[in-house]
Structures are given as C-alpha cells and as structure tokens.
C-alpha cells in the first residue's frame, strides 16, 4: 500500500472487493438455483415443469461456466490460481472452494446433462455431416447404445446424480455464504445465517432467471408459453421467496436486537451509504414488491396475459433486488471501518479490469454461452420427437 | 452381461473421467515444486533462499555496541521503546561499514508525523498532535530532542527547554 502508515485499516484506504466480487455470488447464485429448479422436476417428478428442465441445467451450465471469471479478473497473478489445484490447503475456506467447483462442474452438472441429452447427441451424430458429425461422435464417447435398457439405466443414473447435485448445489452456494459469514472480523459479514440466506437467495434468482429465461425465449421462437409450467414455476418463486424474506428480516432483527458494539455503525450505514442500494432496491423494489405481486397472481384469478406481464416483472425486480443483496454484502461489508469511527466511499471504476464495463460483459457473456449451448444441444422437446426413436419420446 | 453391454457408455465416462484425473495427477508430479511440504504449505527450499537474502536491519542492540550516548538519552526518555531503526531505518549496511555508509538524518518533518498525527484511528492515550497548528512549519527537533522528545528533559534542545525540569 503506497503512501499508508501507521494505525490504518486496510479497507479505510481503499475497498478491496469491487463489483466483480458483487457478480460472482450473484452468478454462482443463479448456477446453484437454476440447478435446484432442475432438480425439483427430476426429483420430486413434477410434470409441470417439464418444458424449462432442460433449459435449466444449460443455464446452470453457462453460468457456471462464467462463475470463476471474476475471480479471476480480480487476481493479481491469475496464472497462478491453478495451483489452488496442485497443492491442495486443506484449511482455506477459499482454496477448497476450487474442489467445490471442480465437484459440481464436472460430477454434477457436465454428467447430468450428458446422461439426459445423450440420446439426442447420438441422434444428431448420426444425423449430421462434416465436423458437426465428428463433434457429436467425440460426445457420445463411441457409443451409440440408445436402447430402451441403456435409457432406463441412465435415468436411473441420472436420479441419482442429480440427488447427489442438490446437496451439492447447496454446498456450491452455501460455501459462497460461508466465506462471508465466516469472516469474524467483519460484523457485517460474520453471521452462521450467512449461507442459509445465500442459498435461499440463490433459489430465488435461479429461479426468476430460468422462469425469465423461458419466457423470453418462447417468445423469441414465436411459440405459445406453456402457462402451466410458468404458473408452477412461479408458485415456487413466490414460497421460496417468502422463505428468504424471512430469514433476511430474521437476521435483520437479530442485529437489532442484539445490538453489539457494531451496531451503531451499521446502522448509521444502512440509513446513508446503503439506503439506496438496501432499503430501496433490496427490501422494497426487490422483495416486497414481487412478492406482493406473485401473492396477488397466486390468489386471484387473472387473465393470461395479466399473469405473463405480473411474472415478468417480478422476476426482473427479484433479479435486481438478490444483485442488490449482493452489493449489499460484497461492498456494504467494506464501506466502514473495524474501528467503526468512519466509512469509506467505493467509486466504481468504468473501463479497467475490475470496472463496470467487465462486469456488463460478464453478465451477458452466460447468455452467449447458453446460446451456444442450445444450439449444440437444442432443450426443446419439439425438435425431440423429430429426431429421436420411439423409445425416448416414452419417458 | 446384459447389464455391462446396456452400461457400456457408462463405463466409457467413468474410464474418461479415470484418465483425466490421472493426467491431472500427472501434470501435478511435474508442476509442484520437490521440496513443497517438507515443513509445512510451503516449498521447504524457500527457507534457504530466504535465509540467504542479506539482512538490511541491524537491530537496535548493534547500534548501540558504537552509539552509546544516543543508546543512553534516548533509553532515558519517552521514545526508550522506539527501535533506532523505526526512525533511521534499514541500517545494516552502515553497520556494517560506518565509514563508508553514511545514513543521513531523518526529515522530521515526514518522520514524526508517521506516529504522531492527530488521527481518530490512533489510540487516546497515545501522544498526537496536530502538526500543522502544533509547530507552524518549524521543525520539530528545533523543540524536541528525537531521542528524548519529552518537553522539559535534561536533553531537550535549548530553544524550548525554558528551565529545568
């Protein structure tokens, strides 16, 4: 640190963590609930939402894909972090995160996936020509055994792997929290409700993207929306949203209650630096008011489009309302002082490594991943039919 | 048998997935330095290297060996707990080499602000004041002797001493 001296916090100098470290929670976030979404349909085989079973687990897919970008934007030496890998530190949080990732990446989704699109890539290995040809081969892994007995074993595989990934999905988000949480130092931060109320927000966010996602997406293909699925999806939104509420104020009056030495500064923050971001953004335009519409979609009978445009907007407002949370953790956690005797101020740079531009461009980056990902691996069951044998369009 | 024929593909991810963390482990015989782990996460070579680098603190009991009377004042008065080279810093060379290596004088005007500004972050008790307004741009060693700064100490330069103490 140049020019700093003596009794000096480190973050009343500068703030650390910028917003690329606001969007990799957010990010994983979304990974770890589109997940879930998926997993509630396998599981639990709930038919209605079928149609975004698919897309879910590209979604993941993609985002997961971006997730340690971030990260690694924000290291100083990136092309080191493989040795996160290499020697293995058994009692950092953050470099067993590494193994948390790898786990959910590679066992988890990339196999999930594999098993259930696998009798469409055989499909469209034979159905293709020239390196499209080659590139389904490489994916099927030489085997094109698409018998009624091989699929049935992959859907039994594929349960399992996918009951395997709920807890994983758990531990992928929950870990997230737990690097906040567990920061002592840091009473803004340090709370065991931290991963609880990471995960249920990460729900959250899954699933308002996939159920966004769909949407815009049936659009796109000029296709009608399959209000079933979107109302199932929806209904899930508003529980699971309400349960997050919960624990957010939970932990809202815990601090209040409990009101220990850091409270006063806190407090002082949330009503200043923070009001914007927390009080407005999060707790009004991003909960209160979607909740209170899914309550309203949930309860009263409401035309389609009505409904449509009400899920549209709520799952756009819960969208900015958990990125808000983020923020709120991610920068409301270094704007004061351990001392609590002063703040600081985070001016977001706009065109450096860490800047706003990035982050933009790795927000939308996930959707250019997904696009590639349709397009490899089309999730639509029209295209299915098509080209898959009897035997799959039974399941 | 019919179950390893219907499986087989399955067989094909695990024997993928077997290969990959193998190279995986491979890479990492190569990649991880020989000695990492010796004595702790850490490359138990670094030691040697570290240990090798020369020292650029003498510490304070060296200094002392040929400055006796500043060892003396300052041991007498409030800085007794301020190592010589907090102030002078990194002194080893001229150690080793006084002849030749000559430290310089602190500027104080940088130096005793280091410690002593006025800051809310700083413990109360601990002595500040507020340069600025305290000296008016006067330096401070004109009114405190660095080595027993306390006002009114048998070493205190003349100019603001004012009797004794």
């Not at chain 1, 396998?42 to 997961?64: G, H, N, Q, S």
């Not at chain 1, 698409?146 to 349960?159: K, M, T, Y």
């Not at chain 1, 923050?269 to 707790?283: D, E, K, N």
Request: with cysteine.
């Amino acid at each position: 640190m140049p020019g700093v001296e003596g009794f000096m916090y480190p973050n009343e100098v500068s703030l650390y963590w910028s917003v690329l470290i606001v969007l990799y929670p957010f990010i994983t976030g979304l990974v770890a609930g589109a997940f879930i979404l998926a997993s509630l349909e396998r599981v639990f085989r709930v038919e209605a939402v079928k149609p975004t079973y698919r897309l879910a687990l590209l979604t993941a897919l993609a985002f997961l894909i971006v997730a340690p970008l971030p990260l690694q934007l924000h290291l100083g030496h990136p092309e080191r972090s493989y040795e996160m890998y290499m020697t293995p530190h058994r009692t950092s949080a953050m470099a067993m995160f590494g193994f948390v990732y790898l786990w959910y990446l590679m066992a988890v989704l990339v196999v999930e996936i594999w098993l259930d699109f696998r009798a469409d890539i055989v499909a469209l290995s034979q159905s293709t020509t020239g390196w499209k040809h080659w590139m389904y081969w490489a994916m099927t892994l030489g085997s094109a055994n698409v018998s009624e007995r091989a699929l049935a074993i992959d859907e039994r595989v594929g349960w399992v792997v996918t009951l395997i990934g709920i807890p994983s999905a758990f531990l992928l988000h929950g870990y997230v929290g737990f690097i906040f949480g567990s920061i002592k130092a840091n009473p803004w931060w340090s709370s065991p409700l931290m991963p609880v109320v990471f995960i249920f927000s990460a729900m959250v966010s899954g699933i308002a993207a996939v159920m966004l996602l769909y949407m815009a997406l049936m659009r796109l293909r000029k296709q009608p929306i399959d209000m079933r699925c979107v109302d199932t999806v929806a209904s899930y939104l508003f529980y699971i949203f309400i349960v997050d509420f919960s624990l957010e104020m939970l932990d809202l009056i815990h601090r209040i209650y409990e009101a220990d030495e850091s409270f006063r500064s806190l407090d002082f923050m949330v009503h200043t630096r923070l009001y914007f971001s927390q009080i407005v953004l999060q707790i009004l335009l991003g909960t209160l008011a979607p909740i209170l519409l899914l309550f309203v979609a949930q309860v009263t009978k409401l035309s389609e489009p009505t409904r449509k445009k009400i899920y549209a907007v709520s799952g756009s407002l819960a969208l900015v309302g958990i990125l808000a949370m983020r923020w709120n953790v991610v920068i409301g956690g270094q704007l004061f002082s351990k001392s609590f005797l002063g703040y600081t101020t985070y001016k977001m740079a706009l065109a450096t490594r860490e800047g706003l531009l990035v982050a933009i461009g790795l927000t939308l980056l996930p959707l250019l991943i997904l696009a590639v990902l349709m397009k490899v691996l089309p999730p639509w069951p029209e295209k299915k039919h098509a080209s898959i044998p009897e035997a799959v369009a039974a399941h | 048998m019919r179950l390893f024929r219907d499986a087989g593909h399955l067989f094909r991810l695990a024997g993928l997935f077997a290969f990959g963390t193998l190279f995986i482990l491979t890479i990492r015989s190569f990649l991880v330095p020989r000695t990492f782990g010796e004595y702790g996460h850490y490359r138990g070579a670094a030691i040697a290297e570290v240990a090798a680098h020369p020292a650029r603190f003498a510490g304070h009991q060296t200094c002392e060996t040929c400055h006796t009377d500043v060892a003396q004042t300052k041991a007498a008065g409030k800085h007794a707990q301020v190592n010589c080279e907090a102030c002078h810093g990194p002194q080893a060379k001229h150690a080793d080499d006084p002849s030749s290596v000559d430290p310089g004088k602190p500027d104080t005007a940088v130096l005793c602000v280091r410690c002593h500004e006025a800051s809310a972050a700083r413990p109360k008790d601990f002595p500040q004041v507020n340069a600025g307004d305290h000296s008016g741009g006067v330096p401070c060693q004109t009114c405190h002797q660095p080595h027993s700064p306390a006002i009114g100490s048998a070493s205190a330069p003349a100019s603001a001493a004012g009797g004794t103490k």
